[in-house]
Structure formats: C-alpha cells, structure tokens
C-alpha cells in the first residue's frame, strides 16, 4: 500500500513537473524574441508593410509571464494552450505504449513483453488515446482557440467553467496515469462485463474514476462551445455566415453534451458492481452484461464522431483556403455534420452484431449505419468539388487535408463492410477492426489536428513554422501510417484476431511490415514537436493573416490581444470569400522568395469583414438571435 | 484594458446594476447564456438518470414478477409524505424567483429558507426510509435476505432503487447546499429584480431535482400498487 501511494505521489510529481516545464518554455520564450536581441536578415522587403514597433504590441502571451497567470487564466487561447502541452503529454504516452505493441507484434510468439503485460499496453494505449486525446485533441484546442474568434466573440460564454474543464480533465489524466503506474488495467478501452467488474484484478476502478472525470471535462466543454455559439456570435453573423469548423464543433458539442453522461453513468455502474459485488450487468445475479455493452456503445459509438466531426471541420476551413476558392454547396456541408451527429445515436447497435442482440435490432442497425455513410459522403463530394478547378496550393496544411480526405474515405468504407452483418460475423473483433478505426482516428483525426495545428500555428504562436519540415512531415506521416494500418486489413481478413500477443507465423510478414511502417509514422509524428516547438524561437514573425484567408480569426493581430479583437468585427459576408480574380493574380505573379519559407499570401481578396466603427456603430442585430 | 472603455461607455441605467462579467455586451446577452447554459446542463442530467431508467425498463420486463414483489416492500407512506414534501418545496422555489424579481427581499430570504428545511425534511424521512429497508435485509451489499424464488430480481429491484434515489439524494443534497448558500446572501440584499439571475438558475435545478422524483415515485413505489395491472 505505501509503496503504490508513493508511487501515486511520484506520477503526480511527474506529470506536474513536465507540465510546469512546458509552461516555463512557453513563458521564457517571449521576451527572448525580442527584436532587438534577435536581428532577422532573411526578412524580405515585401513584407515591410507589416508594421514592426520596436516592442511587441501587448498580446495574450507577453501579457504576463507568471505561472500563476496561465494555471488560474480564464483566457480561452491561454486554456487552449494548456490542453495543447497537456494532449501532447498523453499522445506521446499513448505512442509509446503503441511501439511496444508494435515491436512486440514483431515476432509471432511475441517479441518483448508477458502475455499480461501486452493486455495492460493495449489498453493503456486504448484509453489514454480516446479519451486523453482524441476526443478532447481538436475541441479544447483548435476549438477552444479559434472557435470564439471566429464568432467574433471575446471569450467563451463561460470562461471560469472553461478553466474547470481544464482542471477536471487534468485531474481526469492524473486518476487514470495513476492507475496504469500502480499495475495498470487490462480489460481494454471497452471495461467489457461481466471480465471488468468481477474478474479482472487489474484497477478497473481508478481508471473508470479518470474517464468519469473527464467525461465532466468534456461535458462542459460541449455545453460552453454551444452556448457560445447560439449567444456570443458577432454582429451580422447569421448561423449560415458561420465557418464549417464552427457547424461541426456545434454538432460535435451536441454529442459531447447528450452522449457523455450516458458514459459516466454506465461507468458508475460499473465501480458500484465492483466495490459493493451486486450485480447489475453480472449473468451469475440475473443481470444482463449486453445491457453494459448497449449503455457502453451508446456513448462510444457517437463519440467516434466526436473524434471525426472536429476534424473534417479543419479540413473544411483548410480546403477553400488553398484553393482559393469557396466550399462547394456550404448548407450540405453544414447540415452533414448535424445529420452525423444525429444519425451517430442511432447506431450503437453495431457494435454487438455477435454479442446476442436481436437479430431483428441488428438489422435496423446495420440499415442506420450505412445511412451514416450518406452525409459522410456528402463532405467527401463537396471537399473535391471545391478543389475543382481550384488555384491549389501544396502548403503543409493543405497535405494534410488531402492525407485527411483519401484516408478518411477508406476508413469510412471498410466500415461499411462492418456495417454488413454477414461480413461482420467473419471480421468481427480482428484487425480489420483494428485498421478501419485507426484509418478514421489516426488517418482521419489526427492529420486533421496536425493539418489544423499547422494551419492556425501562426495565429496561436505568432511565429511561423518551417514549411520545408512541414511537407517532409507530412509526407512521412502519410506514407508511414499506410504502411502501419494497409497490412492490418490484409491481417484481418486473414483471420488474425485483435488484442492478441502472439500470432501464427504465417502472418510474420505483414506484422514486420505494420512495425516498420509504425516506426516511420514515429519520426513523422516527433518531426513537428521538434519544429513547432523550434519556430517559437527561430520562426518568422507571422503577420496577421499568412495564407490570406477569410475567416474572422485573421483579422486581429498573429497572436491576438488578450480579448482579441480590439473592435467587435461586424460582419457582412459567408465564411469563404475567396475571389478567383485574386487567385489568379496570386498564381500568374513571379515565386520571388521561394526557398524553404513560403513567400507570404498578399491579403485575402476582398475584405469581407469590417470593423463596428465603420459600419456606423455596433449593431445589436445578430448578436442576440440564434 | 480594451473592454474597460466598452463598459464605460455603456449607458447607466437606473437602480442596482449587477456585473457583466467581461465577455459580454449587456445584462440581456448575459442573462439568456445563464439561461441556455442551465437548460443544457440539465439536458445532461436527464441523459445521466436516462440510462438508468433504461436499464430500470429493461430488467423490469426480464423481471416483471420480481420487480413487482419488490415494489411491495418499499415503504409507500413516507414515499408519498416525501413527494408532497418535494412538491412543497417546488412551490416554495417558484415563489422565491418571484419575489426575486418583484424585489422583496424579506420574502426572498424566507421563501428559499423554507424550500431549504423542505429539501431537508425530505432527506430526512429518506434515511429513516432507508434505515427500515436496512432492517428489512434489503440493501443488496449489506446482509440481503429475501427467501424464495424472486430472490434475483428482487435484489434487482433493490439494486435500481437504492442507486436512483441514491443519485436523487446526492443532487438534493447539493441543491440543499446551494439554496442554503444563497438564502444566507439573499437575507443581506442580493438577487432582487434584474439581479435574480442566479435565483432563477438555482429554480430551475430544483425543479429538475422534483421532476427526476415525480419519475421515481410511480416506478419505485407505486409499480405494485395499480391493482394488478401489468
């Protein structure tokens, strides 16, 4: 006992430590980027007309230095930034436990560690990546960043809970780190009863008290982002004049608020048939472990488009953006983010086409998810047709939008194989499984969280990161993860079930291709930490609007002032303004920068959104409607 | 700061002007994102006690006879004195953000005392209700006895009544401690007229609070006791 509580005390330690030593680089950054200790010779002339006052204009990073003011900041872009440190804490955890899967899936009868060792991996690996990062990577921090800037709002409509959320989903890490040091949980992400409640003899508990936790977190998470998208909008900002991101964050706050406490009320069930060994989901008291399975799924499965929703949101603000041309058909875009967040509660059901369940309900829901695959298809459509002739420029951003779109598409197919419930039955729980969630989660999520990082990185840092490393990582990212996750297909196919730590030797082969391909991803995935991390220092100074778009968020300084705007903008426009005339003249004028630093965009075309002032004072219409 | 200007030049209308917290333009704006914000937290709540009424229904079906002999063995008097008493103090609450909007402080204060002893009542003849069911052997993880057949889904029943009330008692009791809170502020002049925004907040988790009950009653107590129908 004492030693697990000094262990308890030493993850705790740990993790505050790391946290506080990112925070520490966050704050010495700034005042060594003064201009006057740091001459900039490869600045061109072009880009003298941003004007460069000898200090830094005041901006919510050299506000204030102190600890104090960004542990107890109400500021969304300061919270946003504390859940970016602390997301990348437990993505590189949750990848460390992928790698030693990977590399011991390397030989058949497993390569590196005890059969129960590999159990508690991959669930550690399970849990911290759904419910430690994917699920809060693109709301709480691209959405807590940009989404009030782009209602032209100061703030979120709840700034103290937003700050609490934040608390609870650290607090949430903690419980669930703590579990895994103390000996770890090994029944997967998924706690499936009646193995959770009355076998395992892992911390079963503690764990579900960490997902519990966050699960508030993402609770009020959602609550704020929708109340600030009905009440905080801007002036003249209409909800069909709101950017895609805005429309899938919406739609995924819906999820997250209606879905959520399903889970932690399931969880709860479980801790209590655990501690006091009553049963409610145990078959040995009458009860029923399909009905912990529909409680379970009725959450998870509509948070697999919380993980999704967010980011075909970045890939809608990116697409237009460098091709420099106005998203196709904009209202279907926006309604099949609503339609997916609907449909996604009716679909649980697929999940147990081999647990028991109805065959008449199974059915039904395999006919409601292939209708899922209708608005999912609807953005792939529209996403391509805006390309269409399009003026497309490769920047980094825009590769990861295009990773995004091809494999998000066979993610989203192969699970419509799933949805069949003939072929379900022979790939039920292999790693075809294992390759369709990873094609949508990591294919899908995460380049659109890399792609949307690199997109606002000049508005959240103020410094622009190097394009050169930006494609090479991109590129790596892309060819790697294919080589991880194409071959899990051929596996599951195959026969080769998942959460297994050996395997027959005739699938050697693909399994050394899959870890090759995970260490390539690896290096993909560490380059931007380097280089992101690096620009803070060494980066051009970004302008206020580097790739010249449209979005309300560009139009404030790069980073933005702590209440980021210093005139509520009053908007007359949609979201995508993008002329062609001004593409064109983008494409026919001469490369004159070129090398590894992209020359900066001119302006975007015409600026769509004026300042209160010059609209004749503020008007009150629009702010109050929803 | 850039909003200080903004707030200053925001026209001061007569009588006691509560704070605008900084994100927004005007009490209107600030009051409906209160607003908004109860309403969808409570969205939550319905969901969270949702799935327990769902799987309440589900084993209620597998184990009808079951669940009915254990509807037989709670004790329906105190149950129907507690309803009456949440209703009450339903009442009581809604006359509270009244007079906060009228602007009586007096009545304020008293109104929320009342709904405050209320809640409390109600807690109280909870656990006496509890400690019987204790006697009784029915509390599953403390010396469950109950003979015969029904024995499982009886256990069942327990299983879900004392895991919805229980979640019933932990939000009154955090409803108790918060309208405790703002009646003592309440007595000291807070809340009245364009103030009683957070009167009408807390109204509303009341009132949640005796709506989740008027779902329980029947379920609970009454399942047994409709003359035999199914």
Redesign the interface.
Known sequence: MNESRSRISGAVAALSGVLTGFLGGLMLRSPVRQPELEPEPTEAPQELAVVRPKREPKNYLNEDYSLRSWLTTTDHKRIAILYMVTITLFFVVGGLAATIIRLNLLRPEGALVRPATYNKLFTLHGVIMVWFFLIPSIPTVLGNFILPMMLGARDLAFPRLNLASYYLFLFGGIFTGTAMLVGGVDTGWTFYTPYSSHFSNSNVTLTAAGVFIAGFSSIFTGLNFIVTTHKMRAPGLTWFRLPIFVWSNYATSIILVLATPVLALTLSALAIERIFRIGIFDPALGGDPVLFQHLFWFYSHPAVYIMILPGMGVVSEIIPCFARKRIFSYKFVAFASMAIAILGFLVWGHHMFVAGQSMYASMVFSILSFLVAIPSAIKVFNWTATLYKGSISFDTPMLYALGFIGLFTIGGLTGLFLASLAVDVSVHDTYFVIAHFHYIMVGGMVMAYLGGMHYWWPKISGRMYPEFWGKVAAITVFIGFNLTFFPQFILGRLGMPRRYHAYPAEFQILNEASTLGASILAVGYGLPLVYLVASLWTGRRAPANPWGATGLEWQTASPPPKHNFDRIPVVTTGPYEYSSEQAERETEAPDQQGGLDRPVKATAGPLRRSPAGEEGGESEEGRHGD | ???DVRRAARPASAGVEPEV???F?DL??QH??YE??MW??L???V??????F??YS??RI??HAGFLEGSRHTDVTLGTINTAVLLTSSLTMALAVHSARAGKRKLLAGLLTVTLLLGAAFMVIKGVEYYGEYREGLV??LGFRFPGPLA??V??FF?FYF?MTGLHAIHLTIGIVIVGVIAALARKGRFLREDSTTVEMVGLYWHFIDIVWVFLYPLLYLLSRNGGAP
Request: glycine share 16%.
């Open positions: 700061m850039a909003t917290a900084e994100q333009e209107e704006q409906e994102t908004l914000g969808l937290f969205a939550t709540e969901l969270f006690f949702g799935g327990l769902a799987g589900a084993y597998v184990f599953p993880w499982g889904g256990d069942l299983v895991f």
